[in-house]
């Protein structure tokens, strides 16, 4: 992931646009931050990323809020994480999923920190003026080296050290950011020891990558813990054992003037019952091309929320 630039001036006006595409209404108007009677609503803004997961947290965090009796307003599929970070700070959303080590490398460039708990508190210290961080989940996406099934079992992979006796003979697919940036082939080089025969640019864990796993031009893939082609396409993820990528934990961010404790233990019930598994089913849902809104209802009701 990219890290988070000063926002520009089309930065801005990419973000006025998104978000007047997503409501009929503008949230900051008077008519949005007041009630009738001219106090201030305490309505939830649930803002999401452009992509599909982000999408689905943030349903299931809207759905969950409503049946709670919240007041909820969805602006989902906002755009990258400039665009929203800008919009989280100037009030136009209010709450939205994120992923723990990845928002505090954004927010903290450089960062190689893999212990949650000092990311909690880092996170703490690093958020925009106004905005907490709730429970993470278990559920996460983060970085992973896959193999294919048949590898795997040939040279006994189960842990990225196992590839060490190997990676001489092997090809390593992933983005081209991978090539400099130390949660990639540096730090695979210095944490692991890991020399591949070749690094081959492909994607960050899309088609790319997955077609140069299929066809033989890379033996090892980047590609992200909660992507379902993992298990449809039965490759293997191997362990992270010595700490490498960062943890990509779902976790709610909002605005701490929204957070009251009603809203907090709704949250964290929801953090709380999702799981890598559930994730991974969801996502293979989506991927398949199902109603988002209607996953997200059946996966609520299967955990009483």
């Known amino acids: 992931m990219k890290k988070i630039m000063p926002a520009s001036i089309a930065a801005a006006a990419g973000l006025a646009l998104m978000l007047s595409?997503?409501?009929?209404g503008d949230p900051m108007s008077q008519e949005s931050e007041q009630g009738s009677d001219g106090s201030k609503s305490e309505q939830i803004i649930v803002g999401s990323a452009d992509f599909a997961e982000s999408q689905l947290v943030a349903t299931i965090y809207a759905?969950?809020?409503?049946?709670?009796?919240?007041?909820v307003e969805e602006k989902l599929n906002i755009g990258s994480r400039e665009v929203y970070i800008e919009a989280l700070k100037d009030g136009s959303i209010d709450l939205l999923p994120e992923y723990n080590g990845y928002l505090l490398a954004e927010l903290v460039p450089d960062t190689a920190e893999t212990d949650r708990e000092v990311i909690r508190e880092k996170l703490a210290e690093a958020l925009p003026e106004g905005t907490i961080a709730l429970t993470e989940s278990e559920a996460e996406n983060k970085d992973v080296l896959v193999v294919n099934k048949s590898l795997a079992q040939e040279h006994g992979l189960e842990t990225m050290s196992d590839l060490k006796p190997?990676?001489?003979e092997l090809t390593l697919a992933g983005p081209a950011e991978w090539k400099s940036r130390y949660i990639g082939v540096p730090g695979l080089e210095?944490?692991?020891g890991l020399t591949f025969k070749k690094f081959q640019v492909f994607d960050a864990g899309g088609p790319l990558t997955l077609a140069a796993l299929e066809g033989g031009q890379a033996e090892v893939g980047m590609m992200f813990s909660s992507d379902p082609v993992i298990t449809e396409k039965d490759f293997v993820s191997l362990t992270d054992d010595q700490g490498?990528?960062?943890p990509a934990n779902i976790l709610p961010i909002i605005r701490e003037s929204k957070a009251s404790p009603e809203v907090r233990e709704v949250l964290d019930q929801v953090s709380d019952a999702l799981t890598?598994?559930?994730l991974l089913e969801m996502n293979g849902q989506v991927s398949q091309g199902d109603d988002i809104a209607k996953i997200a209802e059946a996966w609520r009701a299967k955990n009483g929320l």
């Open 21 to 24: 595409a997503c409501s009929s």
């Open 63 to 71: 759905q969950s809020l409503r049946e709670a009796g919240v007041e």
């Open 166 to 168: 190997v990676a001489g």
């Open 190 to 192: 210095d944490l692991y």
């Open 244 to 246: 490498l990528f960062l």
């Open 276 to 278: 890598m598994e559930a």
